[in-house]
């Protein structure tokens, strides 16, 4: 399948054949990593068995020195006793030697596979000038700090401010460690804190529909009822938090309330046993890190995080778009600083924002070149507007309606 790109060089589409390529380059290493594997374990056993065979002759000699002592022995028998017993190591240290040497050579190996499989070298693909800025440097260590912050690794992102001067407002830092304050005690098990959070930005969290302050209650309950009938009377008097969120809820709360019955029994031994499933710790800090991003107006994974795993998905694609490039010696391809020679799908996880392509120049949109809606309904960019206009008139290229190009209207996605 081919596909052609803005300056109309046609270049073959490999989207579709990249990830069984990249499987197969990893495959190639991971055969290579697991013969040195074996090699280093097979050594270990080995080596550990001629050595214990060594230390046995040599407590033999000794014994044997230590019962008779020396004045009684033969001398000569001794002396050949003990040349033997230090040709037996000598042998033994050059085989181990030769045999760690053997493992050097598939050490290598490995490190062929990798540059046999995998291109070392990507700065063809990547903008010179994209960091040539002490602006853009900024903003790059800004972003990795907040990305740190992001993980809770604190101390880090400290250590690279001061390495790299970025001075990071408390402003901004502050959310990031209340954050990771409650989710670390949420990770613990405890859910006070996520529970005054909450109770905190309770309007805010109704305005977002968020349904978290219910499900702290909720698995505080739960929490109660997992410590048998001597918590009874503290979960009856704990349900009262369930009231605000009775409309909303309601069937939710039937069931907590019914599972009671079996509390004397044990709630594992009841119908309601999937009220005490485990996931459910995992599954209230992800609600909480979505509520609380969306609060703060973050999203919900760190930037940086995101920019990678795209970079590394588009880059095998790049990769093979390249050699093609330099195959047919074409110029001129990569000089587009605000889009890339082809189009790459990164699945629907990457979706954040529309994007709007116009049909005629088959090119996408952008803040100098938006998209324009004709009075009959089809959209155009402005440069394809442009192109089309004669005398003053436009004729839409899906109709034959002929209209003023002035009564276009812009569209905001």
């Not at 990507?122 to 990305?147: C, F, G, M, N």
């Not at 044990?266 to 485990?278: A, Q, V």
């Amino acid at each position: 399948m081919s596909r052609r790109n803005t300056t109309g060089v046609s270049v073959v589409c490999v989207c579709v054949s990249v990830p069984a390529l990249i499987m197969e380059q990893c495959a190639c290493v991971e055969r290579e990593l697991e013969k040195v594997l074996h090699r280093f374990v097979m050594y270990g056993h080995q080596s550990e068995e001629r050595l214990d065979e060594l230390l046995r002759s040599v407590c033999e000699i000794r014994g044997q020195l230590v019962a008779f002592g020396v004045q009684d022995a033969d001398l000569s028998v001794l002396s050949q006793t003990m040349a033997q017993c230090c040709k037996n190591i000598k042998e033994t240290v050059q085989m181990l030697a030769s045999r760690h040497k053997d493992i050097h050579g598939s050490v290598s190996k490995v490190g062929k596979a990798i540059d046999r499989n995998f291109d070392a070298e990507i700065s063809a693909v990547v903008a010179e000038t994209v960091w040539d800025t002490p602006e853009r440097q900024k903003y790059l260590s800004e972003t990795i700090v907040e990305h740190l912050y992001r993980q809770g690794m604190l101390s880090v992102a400290e250590d690279l401010c001061q390495e790299s001067g970025v001075v990071i407002d408390m402003s901004m830092k502050q959310p990031f460690l209340e954050l990771n304050r409650i989710l670390e005690a949420l990770r613990m098990q405890d859910l006070r804190p996520a529970l005054e959070w909450a109770v905190t930005n309770r309007q805010r969290l109704l305005d977002l529909n968020s349904s978290l302050e219910f499900k702290l209650h909720r698995l505080y309950f739960i929490s109660l009822l997992s410590g048998g009938i001597g918590n009874q009377m503290e979960a009856l008097q704990y349900a009262r938090h369930f009231q605000p969120f009775a409309s909303q809820h309601q069937r939710d709360i039937q069931i907590l309330m019914g599972s009671l019955v079996y509390l004397r029994h044990g709630i594992d031994n009841s119908p309601y046993r999937s009220l005490l499933e485990t996931n459910q710790w995992a599954e209230i800090c992800n609600i909480f890190t979505r509520d609380a991003c969306a609060l703060l107006g973050l999203s919900v994974e760190s930037p940086l995080s995101v920019s990678f795993a795209s970079g590394c998905m588009a880059l095998p694609v790049l990769m093979n778009i390249k050699q093609v490039i330099e195959q047919r010696q074409c110029s001129g391809v990569w000089t587009h600083k605000d889009e890339l020679p082809i189009e790459i799908d990164l699945g629907k996880k990457c979706w954040y924002h529309s994007v709007f392509a116009c049909p005629i120049l088959r090119q996408q949109t952008s803040e100098s070149n938006p998209p324009m809606k004709l009075i009959c309904g089809h959209v155009i960019s402005r440069d394809a507007l442009n192109k089309l206009t004669n005398a003053g008139k436009l004729k839409c290229p899906y109709c034959p309606m002929e209209q003023n190009p002035s009564h276009a209207k812009q569209i905001y996605f």
